[in-house]
């Protein structure tokens, strides 16, 4: 034998249950005088809610059924004649058993079936006549509902794995939706992420480039001159320290009687008048050039690489640009101003001299004084020769008469200059 298949099971309760309707069909017109015979007459009829639908139904009464071997026999007798599967024991065949018991009712054979499902007869197989063993007999169950029973527990058992199945699929789903969630979860917190470092970038950006344009407009107000927009003397000190040039000539210019021109005309005169000195100037200045106001009327030029004779024509030219050109005031009036010019020339010394552009400016303002002492509108330089070591710049601007006559400074100018002080 093969191993079990439950499929091949319930195919044959259903022909043992469709031989069993047709062996009750066949039984019950001879079974019905025996069983109201045994009953006595009383035979309860009772309605069926089975599956055929029939009327009437066997006693429920155990005791109104027969004793073993009335049973035995009610079998004997009528298995000759129902069994669909069996021949008859005098040679007749199944169709002629038909015939004769054709005229039974519906009813009546629903009810033998009903009867004969708690009482099973014996029943035959394609392999020969197999009697019901005794677990069967003890048990009251015919194959049919053996069949039916496996039947019942194949359906459980599907339906147990459908659940199982449909749980399992549940759960799968919740996952992918939890999941989904997590995902879209994650996706979001990512986003809110990348936005939120989009605008701190962003913002520290904007804050680093809004830091670097104020710290331009406060180092450009630091280092320029708001009245004539030139350079302050912050800002030109900044610009010697980064100075690579190695020769240079500073010039400083005053505007002579600046003070009587604010006393007279006013201060607004006299800011007018700082801004043409300025622009006049920066006209006459070659580019690259340093042009700054060095403080009140005062003036500095720096210009790099010239000699003292280029130093001493440019100052000309200057107090030229000054004197020659009136000043034209708001009311219409002219204004003839001239200015005094003093420079140096760096480096100072050569040699082991440490003499810095603080110290140039310091001389160049010395040779400016000497020019204002000297009756104003005109110009004045020094160049240092061979100074002592041992000799300091304040010594030199002190006694710097002492110093031109012991050679250490060679002066220039226009005109006899008073170097006394």
Not at 126 to 137: A, I, V
Not at 199 to 206: P, R, T
Not at 289 to 297: C, F, N, Y
């Amino acid at each position: 034998m093969g191993p079990f298949q439950p499929g091949c099971c319930i195919r044959r309760g259903r022909k043992l249950f469709i031989a069993v309707a047709i062996v009750a069909a066949l039984a019950l017109p001879c079974c019905l005088p025996v069983l109201a015979q045994i009953d006595g007459g009383k035979t309860e009829e009772q309605p069926l809610g089975g599956v055929h639908g029939g009327i009437s139904a066997a006693p429920k009464d155990v005791s109104a059924i027969p004793e073993k071997g009335t049973q035995l026999k009610l079998r004997e007798h009528y298995q000759d004649r129902s069994d669909p599967l069996a021949t008859r024991h005098d040679g007749s065949s199944r169709q002629s058993s038909r015939r004769r018991d054709s005229h039974l009712s519906q009813a009546t054979m629903d009810d033998y079936s009903q009867w004969l499902r708690q009482n099973p007869l014996p029943f035959q197989t394609g392999e020969g006549s197999k009697q019901p063993n005794s677990d069967q007999t003890r048990s009251g169950r015919s194959p049919l509902e053996a069949g039916e029973r496996l039947m019942e527990q194949e359906n459980t058992r599907l339906q147990n794995e459908y659940v199982t199945a449909q749980t399992k699929n549940n759960l799968l789903a919740t996952q992918l939706q939890i999941k989904d969630v997590q995902v879209h979860q994650s996706a979001k917190s990512r986003k809110l992420i990348i936005a939120a470092l989009s605008f701190v970038v962003a913002l520290s950006v904007g804050v680093s480039l809004y830091q670097r344009r104020m710290r331009r407009q406060l180092l450009f107000i630091s280092t320029t001159d708001s009245l004539t927009g030139l350079l302050n003397r912050r800002g030109t000190t900044q610009l010697f320290t980064k100075a690579e040039k190695s020769s240079a000539t500073v010039f400083m210019l005053d505007v002579d009687r600046f003070k009587s021109i604010n006393d007279h005309f006013g201060h607004a005169v006299g800011d007018s008048v700082l801004k043409e000195i300025a622009t006049r100037m920066k006209k006459l200045s070659r580019q690259g050039d340093i042009v700054a106001r060095w403080g009140g009327e005062e003036f500095l030029l720096c210009a790099w690489d010239m000699t003292p004779e280029e130093a001493g024509d440019f100052s000309h030219r200057l107090c030229m640009a000054i004197a020659t050109e009136p000043f034209l005031l708001k009311e219409g009036s002219m204004l003839q101003l001239t200015v005094s010019i003093g420079f140096a020339l760096y480096p100072l010394f050569s040699g082991n001299w440490t003499a810095q552009w603080h110290d140039t400016i310091y001389l160049a303002d010395r040779a400016l004084y000497a020019a204002k002492q000297s009756g104003r509108n005109c110009w004045a330089g020094l160049k240092g020769e061979d100074a002592p070591t041992d000799c300091s710049i304040q010594y030199l601007y002190d006694n710097i008469d002492i110093a031109i006559e012991r050679g250490w400074m060679h002066s220039m100018s226009e005109k006899d200059i008073e170097w006394i002080t």
